[in-house]
């Protein structure tokens, strides 16, 4: 079964602070991992996909990268309107490949 | 921007009672799903759908649940005797096709609140 862990659960950072969250994960055959944006109350908002090891996606203050058995999010010189919950997902190619398995997400809060 | 819609937003419904939830996905989509979330846990996957059949389902997704695409623009999932423990939001997701990129997009989400 695949296990996504992500970490820290929750973290605050000054506006400008650069810093970086990460997703582990376990598969018996990387499809794909997926990040997504979750705003309190809403659905999650797809930001990536990364498919292979070593590959590297960026969208505005955000990068995602990707090894064999993690996955990390870069945000640099983050903003208040950064702050959200930030979701980790996989799918694999045993099961159903369009079964994901998400994370709980990092909690991220961003200070003026 | 084509979206996902989800109607209605917040459901409350008494135990027992059957509910459905509907949702519109984008437009040239091809596959269709559902996932729930219970207040302060992570995503689930319940089921997806393509071609007028279920492709996938979860351990969670049992009986007492059942998806239908009644016309051509509308997803539905009907919970049949809805408990306590149903209590969620529940997410629409639709994604384009199998290969490439099949990122799924999802939907605003309907609370359903279960008393």
């Known amino acids: 079964e695949d296990q996504v862990t992500q970490s820290p659960e929750a973290l605050r950072l000054q506006e400008g602070e650069s810093s970086s969250l990460n997703c582990s994960y376990t598969?018996?055959?990387?499809?794909?991992l997926f990040w997504y944006r979750q705003d309190p109350g809403k659905g999650p908002e797809f930001l990536f996909t990364?498919?292979?090891a070593g590959e590297e996606k960026e969208k505005e203050r955000l990068k995602a990268t990707l090894t064999k058995k993690e996955s990390f999010l870069h945000i640099t010189a983050p903003k208040p309107e950064d702050s959200a919950t930030y979701l980790c997902?996989?799918?694999?190619?045993?099961?159903?490949?369009?079964?994901?398995?998400f994370g709980t997400g990092t909690k991220l809060q961003v200070i003026p | 921007e084509p979206e996902v819609t989800q109607t209605p937003s917040h459901q409350v419904t008494q135990m027992g009672q059957e509910v459905i939830l509907r949702c519109v996905p984008i437009?040239?989509?091809?596959?269709f799903y559902w996932y729930r979330q219970i207040l302060g846990q992570k995503v689930e996957f319940l089921v997806s759908?393509?071609?007028?059949?279920?492709?996938?389902k979860s351990e969670i997704f049992d009986d007492q649940f059942s998806v239908e695409r009644p016309d051509g623009s509308n997803f539905t999932l009907k919970i049949r005797s809805t408990k306590l423990e149903d209590s969620a939001m529940y997410f629409c997701?639709?994604?384009?096709?199998?290969?490439?990129?099949?990122?799924?997009?999802f939907g605003p989400g309907t609370r359903l609140t279960v008393t």
């Open positions: 997902a996989v799918s694999d190619y045993s099961g159903g490949y369009q079964k994901v398995t």
């Open positions: 990364l498919y292979s």
């Open positions: 598969v018996s055959g990387l499809r794909g």
């Open positions: 997701a639709s994604s384009a096709d199998r290969g490439g990129s099949y990122e799924q997009y």
């Open positions: 759908f393509y071609n007028n059949e279920i492709s996938e």
């Open positions: 437009s040239n989509h091809l596959y």
